[in-house]
Each structure stands twice: as structure tokens, then as C-alpha cells.
């Protein structure tokens, strides 16, 4: 079956950097596109960045453009986060998800999600 599994969460103070990474099996990796979203409790999961099958192509949400950068490996079925000046507002939950559709994080119809990974910036 579909498996994500998120790692690299932590506490970093504000400026600091982090790199998240999601393991996936269980598909054909190289043929879907993956995105990461966060979600902060109370509020709704919002897309963070996503990224076509082969890689090409990489989209990001307007409050992480610049600081944050995503890539995938697929011989190793990997995706990694790698985010920069970070902020106290990018404390979230942070997902990995597999999309079902269009890679464009605006409009990314995920359809598996890892578990998640806690992400806390302190100023």
C-alpha cells in the first residue's frame, strides 16, 4: 500500500533552516506528482510546494517563495523541503502528500499523506 513517512522536523529560533524529507512506497513514484502541505491546529491545510513527476517542475505558495525549495530523488523515492529564513508563522504540522491530478500547488488534490512532521520557529 501507499506509504510517506516524514522526517527532519525540529525547533530551530527564527533565520534558521530546516530540511524535511518523506520516504514513499507502495506506487510507482516516478510517475506522480508531491507536494507538501502544513497545517497549523485550527486552521486548514494549506499547500506549501509541489512538485511534477520528473522534477521539472516546482511550485511554491507566495509565503514561501525564495526561503523555501523543493526536490525530489527518484531513484531513492525521496522528496525534501528545504527551508531557509525561517519564520515564527512557519510553525505548522508539515505533510507529505502524493497528488491525484494537477502538480500546481494551488490547485494539488492530494490523495495519500504521510503521518506528518512538527516544524516549530521561535522568535
Known amino acids: 500500500q501507499v506509504q510517506l513517512v516524514e522526517s527532519g522536523g525540529g525547533s530551530v529560533q527564527a533565520e534558521g533552516s530546516l530540511r524535511l524529507s518523506c520516504a514513499a512506497s507502495?506506487?510507482?513514484?516516478?510517475?506522480?506528482?508531491m507536494g507538501w502541505f502544513r497545517q497549523v491546529t485550527g486552521k486548514e491545510r494549506e499547500g506549501v510546494a509541489s512538485?511534477?513527476?520528473?522534477?521539472?517542475?516546482?511550485w511554491y505558495a507566495d509565503s514561501v517563495k525564495g526561503r523555501f525549495t523543493i526536490s525530489r530523488d527518484n531513484a531513492k523515492k525521496t522528496m525534501t523541503l528545504q527551508m531557509n529564513s525561517l519564520k515564527p508563522e512557519d510553525t505548522a504540522m508539515y505533510y507529505c502528500?502524493?497528488?491525484?491530478?494537477?502538480?500546481?500547488?494551488?490547485?494539488?488534490?492530494?490523495?495519500?499523506w504521510g503521518q506528518g512532521t512538527q516544524v516549530t520557529v521561535s522568535s
Open positions: 502528500a502524493r497528488g491525484g491530478g494537477y502538480c500546481d500547488v494551488r490547485s494539488f488534490r492530494p490523495t495519500n
Open positions: 507502495g506506487f510507482t513514484y516516478s510517475a506522480y506528482c
Open positions: 512538485i511534477s513527476p520528473g522534477g521539472g517542475g516546482r
